[in-house]
């Protein structure tokens, strides 16, 4: 499990709640309604559409063997969620979001250096696929991940294992 060192700050694991699902279906919305801002489509297209998107996701992240599933709390009110899923060689970053009003507050960083720092003791580099038009690449990428392969939509992306960044490999 992930450790934070915030007072206001908490993960917790996600169940299948009503009020985990409901959250994390408000979570997802918030994130894609935005990416369907010029779609041309109507309010209820688009939610239509992230409904049977969130629907979809949830069962392909579901499929994942050794994943954690972590809610972001803060002040003991969801806010985000992390997901983990520990490889042999790499901790792969499923999934890292937040709610609108919790972006670039330093609340990522804060979530992407636990998540290092357990790569770390763990001796694992972070992989992660991202769409290319997600606003959070830049992000990524100053937090030394490297492009590893561009697979059209998404980038999969690398942050070597900390003995390599040592090395400088």
Known sequence: MLEISHPHIQLRAQSQSAEDLAFLRQLYASVKLDELGNSGWN????????????????????????????????????VGRVYLQQAEQALVLIDMSLIKGFRSQGLG?????????????????????????NPALKWYL???????????????????????????I
């Open 43 to 78: 309010e209820s297209q688009k939610i239509a559409f992230i409904d049977t998107q969130f629907d979809a996701q949830q069962r392909f992240y579901s499929q994942h063997q050794n994943a954690s599933f972590l809610l972001v709390l803060y002040k003991n009110h969801p």
């Open 109 to 133: 960083s804060l979530l992407m250096q636990s998540v290092i720092e357990k790569a770390r003791q763990h001796r694992l580099a972070i992989e992660l696929n991202i769409d290319k038009m």
């Open 142 to 168: 100053r937090m030394n991940f490297q492009l590893i392969e561009d697979k059209g939509v998404y980038l999969y992306l690398r942050r070597p294992a900390w003995q390599e960044q040592m090395a400088g």
